[in-house]
């Protein structure tokens, strides 16, 4: 935790927390003094005068102790929510900037409850160390070396009183702590579920699963609802023990200084300042140990986000970036192997095919035959395990990610949209992308008539783009993809949800887009009519390139393409054959 309050607190605030914390301490002990003087002075010699002029003291101090407690609790306050904005803006960018092989390890719901639950107790304990875990230790000398001043013999009571809370707070801590702990775990679960579910409602009904998801949900809110119950009964130990140390010591505290008076060895205004400094002392010795059953809870919470912080990318930029060797677009693969982290197969072996600007290669083949894999290469992804592939003349590695970027744009398999507007989702592509720009894309994506329809550019998108059909979602994306000006165009498998005239109309108008054609464009599909018409259709089978050419020499001489096209027409697909 120290790494990342080292790395996100500003230390000028702190030291003013702490200066802060050091007036309103200072003030807190001397209350106490100057009751014992109203006491034994004041009162005792009935001076009138002397009450009301060490009343108006206190109440001074009273004032100023009331200040610097504000000037504390806002500064430890303002520090503990800026670190925890801070942790989650590099939590968030980390998760943007690194390719997602790095996050499978982790998954995403215990990636959320890091980014929420984790840096929320890290802010909580931010709070209480900069309040109580400074007050405790500076309040506790302070009140022992004024307690002693006031009667050194009285001071004897601790040595029963302190060993005593002592015991109580680890007895405390050696169970809450590790439950504490296990809180953290239990809620990674309760968001694991929650997520499947939300994500697959539709399957879980389909399926009658709900009473089984339920069920499922049911137990790990059970285990962690009654994981947090015990912990919180054990923690709320504290306060009854506390006080009836408390009450015990200042029984003690009278019993003793009692018989002291009696043999004039103590002022009654001493006592009584002695048995407040005596309170103040078993409460700072409370407060520390509440900070060592809470540090413990927040450290593993930091653990956890290190752990995410500290995940190195295997995509790195080369120490000297260069620049596309080509002005034209070209894209070539030279013998590539890929192979998924602990994997024993390679997902793609030997792949070879080369485009250039104004092509169009499409991939077809079964599902799982390494079509996602191989596109998902161009934005590097992932890296190759052997061969090259170059972009405009150059290997992808050669280039920075962020000029890679730039000249790749890419559909994925799944559309994704923000929520937003049209507009807001186009503009992702291209910052300063005009409105006649916006709706060029649009109407080459066959995405015109029902973004009129929905309201134009200014139309909402909901959460997932929801509001929109599958096949309305993967044209919005086509749109969004072409609208960017890039060296390659990938279209993953979005055409799947277009009906046949529709997905037949788009790839016209691709064709015919003068910035598509200016770059090599990519597509692919599981429909033999979607690829026909491609300049280089490559038949993917097991990670293998197992045929490449036209479609009329594919049809005349590659078995796995005769027998995909032979299947879609028993199917009755429109094929262009
Ligand atoms: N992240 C991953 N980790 C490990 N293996 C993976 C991963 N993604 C895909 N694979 C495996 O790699 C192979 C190729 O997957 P890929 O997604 O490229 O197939 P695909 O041809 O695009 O299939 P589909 O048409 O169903 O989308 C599959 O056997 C799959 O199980």
Redesign the pocket.
């Known amino acids: 935790m120290m790494r990342l309050a080292r790395k996100h607190l500003n230390w000028w605030a702190v030291a003013l927390a702490v200066g802060f914390l050091i007036i309103q301490v200072a003030c807190d002990l001397s209350l106490p003094t100057l009751t014992s003087n109203i006491i034994d002075k004041g009162i005792a010699n009935n001076d009138i005068a002397y009450i009301w002029r060490t009343g108006g003291q206190m109440l001074l101090l009273s004032f100023i102790g009331v200040l610097g407690a504000a000037g504390n609790v806002y500064y430890a306050a303002t520090q503990s929510q800026k670190m925890g904005q801070r942790i989650r803006t590099d939590l968030f960018r980390k998760v943007t900037l690194s390719s997602t092989?790095e996050f499978?390890t982790i998954g995403n719901a215990s990636l959320i409850t890091r980014t929420t639950n984790d840096v929320v107790q890290i802010q909580n304990v931010m709070v209480q160390m900069l309040r109580m875990m400074l007050m405790a230790p500076i309040m506790l000398v302070g009140a022992g070396i004024l307690a002693y001043l006031k009667s050194p013999r009285l001071t004897l009571v601790f040595l029963v009183a302190l060993p005593v809370l002592a015991i109580f707070t680890i007895a405390i801590m050696y169970f809450a702590v590790p439950l504490f702990k296990s809180l953290q775990k239990k809620i990674d679960r309760i968001n694991l579920i929650f997520r499947e579910g939300l994500t697959g409602v539709r399957v879980i009904r389909a399926f009658n699963q709900d009473k089984f998801e339920q069920d499922r949900f049911e137990g790990a809110n059970q285990d962690y609802t009654q994981t947090g119950i015990k912990v919180f009964m054990i923690v709320s130990l504290m306060f009854p023990i506390i006080t009836l140390i408390i009450s015990g010591t200042n029984i003690g505290i009278v019993w003793y200084g009692g018989q002291l008076i009696a043999h004039q060895a103590l002022a009654v205004g001493n006592l009584v300042a002695f048995m407040t400094y005596a309170t103040q002392i078993l409460i700072s010795f409370m407060m520390v140990s509440m900070v060592f059953v809470f540090v413990p809870r927040a450290q593993a919470s930091a653990a956890r986000i290190n752990e995410v912080m500290d995940l190195k990318s295997k995509i790195n930029d080369a120490d000297q970036p260069m620049t596309f060797a080509d002005q034209t677009a070209s894209l070539t693969f030279d013998h590539v192997n890929f192979r998924?982290t602990g994997?024993e197969k390679l997902?793609l072996a030997d792949v070879n095919f080369a485009a250039k600007a104004g092509q169009t290669v499409a991939i077809i083949?079964g599902?799982?035959?390494?079509?996602?894999?191989?596109v998902n290469l161009i934005p590097r992804l992932f890296d190759p395990e052997s061969g090259q592939i170059r972009l405009n003349g150059t290997a992808l590695p050669a280039v920075s990610q962020k000029e890679l970027h730039a000249a790749v744009s890419i559909t994925q398999?799944q559309a994704v949209l923000f929520s937003g507007t049209i507009r807001s989702n186009m503009l992702t592509a291209k910052a300063d992308a005009s409105d006649d720009q916006m709706w060029h894309a649009l109407q080459v994506a066959q995405a015109a008539d029902f973004t009129q329809e929905a309201g134009g550019l200014d139309a909402t998108v909901e959460q997932n783009g929801d509001n929109f059909s599958g096949g309305q979602r993967q044209r919005l994306v086509i749109a969004r993809t072409i609208l960017k000006q890039a060296s390659v165009y990938v279209f993953d498998?979005s055409f799947s949800a277009l009906d046949f005239k529709t997905d037949s109309v788009l790839r016209q108008a691709l064709k015919k887009d003068q910035q598509v054609q200016n770059g090599v464009t990519v597509i692919?599909a599981?429909r033999v009519s979607t690829v026909a018409d491609a300049d280089l259709i490559l038949v993917?089978d097991g990670?293998r390139i197992v045929g490449q050419g036209t479609h009329a020499e594919l049809k005349a001489n590659n078995q796995t393409y005769q027998e995909i096209l032979e299947s879609q027409l028993r199917k009755g697909d429109a094929v262009d054959a």
């Open positions: 092989e499978e998924y994997a997902a083949g599902t799982g035959s390494g079509k996602s894999t191989l398999q498998d692919v599981q993917i990670g």
